[in-house]
């Protein structure tokens, strides 16, 4: 539903275009500074880019949102796969000390063994 002061803003916008005021509109790019526009047309232009805007920034807030959730679990997994990397690597060096003990008091292979 439009109010009749877009109605108003529409048809004086058909009338400056040569078009009669029910035939359907298209959407032409103007420039306000450029065009002398009426105050109710300024208002209707605002009013329009604020709804653009508004729709366009909730899509990014969401994607905002995804991205900034998969760079945390990036981040995240890097910095576990680094403790656990570092832990592994601490209990490696107690095995190679461990069989380097037992290997000192090991008795030679023999073909029986």
Avoid at 3 to 8: D, K, N, T
Avoid at 33 to 62: P, T
Avoid at 95 to 102: F, G, I, N, V
Wanted: hydrophobic share 40%; charged share 30%; net charge positive.
């Amino acid at each position: 539903m439009r109010s009749a002061a877009s109605r108003r803003v529409a048809e004086s916008m058909a009338e400056k275009e040569g078009r009669a005021a029910g035939q359907p509109e298209f959407a032409k790019r103007i420039d306000p500074a450029k065009e002398s526009l009426s105050r109710e047309q300024l208002q209707f232009i605002r009013q329009a880019e604020l709804a653009q805007w508004k729709k366009r920034s909730q899509k990014l807030r969401g994607r905002n949102i995804i991205t900034g959730l998969a760079i945390g679990a990036v981040v995240m997994g890097i910095y576990g796969y680094t403790f656990y990397s570092v832990s592994q690597e601490r209990i490696m060096d107690e095995l190679d000390e461990e069989a380097k003990a037992a290997a000192k008091y090991r008795v030679p292979k023999t073909g029986a063994n």
